[in-house]
């Protein structure tokens, strides 16, 4: 019996196979692609976790009062995020999340750093199940393979397809604003907690028990609602999920989706109650006064570069501007200049290619459609159609980034399958070209010096980045430098307050003492009108009334700081000086009403209560000052200065027991500091 010849090749093709089945089997496993996430996502970011305090961080994960005691954690709900600005952001769960780090980490920096790779890497994870939820609904006429089984291929194609999109979002380094920088940790805590909530609803649906059912729609609610409280942007979350809601889910009545409908304007009407609780604040003359014309030029300029970014992210700094200078003189001014010119091209392509994307017909059309709105949807509300404090800022593209992402794998997906194999592994080359961007990205934030030169050398000489290197270059002591900066911030900006009163400093500080005194005496002058757009004006009166200290001036001192306190009431730093020198002067009964009155409205204030504990002290109240102090010491879970003063009280009053104990507290808070184990020792020694 002849046995016919097999072609050739056919084993070994079978084999290949047979072996790219089982790799796709594995690839499949979701655990595994969870870890790879996981391990992408930490490992590329990884420079950034030595990073110190850079910009907003200083107040925000230092010196901010509502993050150093669980106590504050309602209280955050009361305030805006930044106590000293005129800004309206209301994002108490941000402080919430840097209260815990508080807790942890006290002020170690590699802490903050950590948490916030970690609320990214979770919400990418939360993106990766969310997609593999919501992609079977954009993709059910896709065939992966008719020969294999329908279900489990299509299962198969929507985990591996979501997997590839949070990976390449998770890895892109336009969000390194976002994660390497601590206070940008609003944009991970909005995407988690509202991606989160989305996937809570998704739960819902699928419970059988009324229970479980109505636990998870609350928590969905909950979720959502924080989210919300994380960052103003979680919004884009609830419009993007109505629009998925509306246009693409099948599966419910109409009457069901206007229920959940409902349900969203619960939520936003919810946050809209919370955010009454802060004080109300006066608004900023920020607005541009930009026609029409001019706002539709920058809406398409902001997408022409969002587009760029998002395909080739290179010159990444923080002070990004589509905004064309009038002083463009230079050949580098000019050459700027036509780069802004053809961004608006730029923009207008990647206007096309979305409209273009979204009405080709196609299987992948559904997935097209949802990505290009998801895109469009979230970059709206910052296209520079309402006035920001910015035109374009990387870290935007957060949320935009995820529909941009969907919007090519739908693109990709309807390609010929020999382009859609060259594609593929174009997407794999991207994902290690974004991981090696990133992490090179991440070791921009390591220190100021670092981090405001490159911003230079990117080409984001923005006047806060000039002033904020001459503000370095000023602690650092090296004055000539820092003066060079502030006269260039000035010409950048010559009304602008702050470098004016930084470049006084820095001239007392090498001795124009004259000069000096002639550019405070001006900043402060100018502070009446500069206080109506710019915060923390109030500095200038301050360094004033230090300059009249050098000079052993008391009185003008004085004069200066009762004048500035009328212009800006409520602010610590003006009271607690004032209250210093007339307590030197007067005693502590004259200094006494200031700050009690200030420690009545602010009773979160640690530093307010542990100086009217010490005025009382020493006015001979000392059941006053022992409650003062009690307070400033839950006010604050790691300072040690008002244990210090309450077993120095006991101690006058021989309860040494008492102080014996509390100065335990304080070597516990502080177990490396050795001041406080001399402390401990006078105690021991006068117990004998």
């Known amino acids: 019996m002849n046995i016919p010849n097999e072609p050739a090749g056919a084993d070994s093709a079978g084999a290949n196979r047979s072996r790219f089945a089982s790799l796709a089997t594995l690839f499949s496993r979701t655990w595994l692609l969870a870890v790879v996430l996981i391990v992408a996502g930490i490992v590329v970011r990884t420079p950034a976790l030595q990073g110190e305090l850079i910009w907003d961080d200083t107040f925000l994960a230092r010196d901010n009062p509502f993050i150093k005691s669980p106590l504050l954690a309602f209280e955050a709900f009361r305030h805006h995020l ?95 604003a976002a994660i390497d920088y601590i206070s940008g940790r609003a944009d991970s805590l909005a995407f988690f907690f509202a991606c989160g909530g989305w996937l809570l609803y998704l739960r819902s649906r699928k419970a059988s028990h009324p229970a479980s059912r109505f636990g998870c729609y609350t928590f969905a609610f909950l979720s959502t609602l924080l989210g919300l409280c994380s960052r103003e942007s979680a919004c884009m979350w609830l419009v993007v999920f109505v629009f998925h809601l509306f246009l693409f889910e099948r599966s419910l009545s109409h009457r069901a989706k206007l229920l959940v409908f409902a349900g969203c304007l619960l939520v936003i009407g919810s946050y809209a109650g919370l955010r009454q609780l802060p004080e109300k604040r006066p608004t900023q003359g920020s607005s541009h006064g930009w026609s029409a014309p001019v706002k539709g030029v920058l809406m398409l300029r902001a997408l022409g570069d969002y587009g760029r970014l998002m395909v080739f992210p290179s010159r990444l700094h923080m002070e990004r501007t589509v905004v064309n200078s009038d002083s463009a003189v230079s050949n580098k001014q000019w050459r700027q200049h036509v780069g802004s010119d053809y961004l608006t091209i730029l923009g207008l392509l990647v206007l096309a290619a979305l409209v273009a994307g979204a009405v080709q017909r196609g299987m992948a059309q559904p997935l097209r459609i949802f990505g290009a709105g998801w895109f469009l949807l979230a970059y709206l509300p910052t296209s520079n159609i309402v006035d920001l404090n910015a035109t374009v800022a990387e870290h935007w593209l957060y949320l935009p980034s995820v529909g941009a992402l969907l919007f090519l794998a739908g693109v990709l997906l309807d390609l010929p399958r020999v382009p859609r194999k060259l594609a593929t592994a174009l997407v794999c080359v991207a994902v290690l070209g974004f991981s090696a961007r990133s992490y090179v990205r991440s070791s921009d934030w390591v220190s100021n010096e670092v981090f405001y030169t490159r911003t230079l050398k990117a080409g984001g000489g923005s006047i806060r980045v000039v002033l904020n290197l001459g503000a370095l270059y000023a602690s650092k002591q090296e004055y000539p430098r820092a003066e060079a900066f502030f006269r260039k911030a000035l010409q950048l900006s010559p009304t602008y307050l702050m470098a004016r009163n930084n470049l006084a400093e820095v001239l007392y500080r090498q001795g124009k003492t004259a000069d000096a ?110 409650a003062a102090f009690r307070r400033a010491s839950r006010l604050d879970i790691h300072d040690v200065s008002s244990l210090n003063q309450s077993a120095l009280l006991s101690v006058t009053q021989q309860r040494f027991e008492e102080a014996y104990t509390t100065q335990r507290r304080a070597i516990a808070r502080q177990p490396d500091e050795p001041r406080q184990y001399l402390i401990l020792s006078d105690i021991l020694s006068n117990m004998g």
């Open 82 to 176: 930044l106590l000293e600005s005129l800004s309206m952001h209301y994002r108490p769960v941000q402080n919430l999340s840097y209260m815990v780090d508080y807790y942890f980490w006290n002020t170690n920096t590699y802490g903050y750093h950590l948490s916030n790779v970690l609320w990214h890497v979770g919400s990418g994870l939360l993106l990766f199940a969310l997609l593999r939820q919501i992609l079977p609904s954009l993709s059910r006429r896709y065939v992966v393979d008719p020969a294999s089984n329908g279900a489990s291929a299509q299962q198969t194609f929507c985990t591996l397809s979501a997997f590839a999109i949070a990976l390449l979002w998770m890895v892109h380094p336009v969000h390194s």
């Open 517 to 626: 005194d002639r550019t405070f005496r001006e900043a402060s002058a100018e502070a009446a009108v500069a206080r109506k757009e710019f915060p923390r004006t109030w500095v200038a009166a301050l360094n004033v009334a230090k300059l009249r200290l050098d000079a052993d001036d008391t009185p003008g001192a004085l004069e200066v700081l009762a004048k500035a306190r009328q212009d800006y009431p409520g602010v610590w730093r003006l009271i607690s000086l004032e209250s210093e020198l007339l307590r030197r002067v007067h005693g502590p009964a004259v200094a006494m009403p200031a700050v009690q009155e200030f420690a009545q409205q602010n009773w979160w204030h640690m530093e307010a209560e542990l100086a009217l504990g010490k005025l009382h002290f020493e006015m001979g109240d000392l059941a006053k000052a022992e």
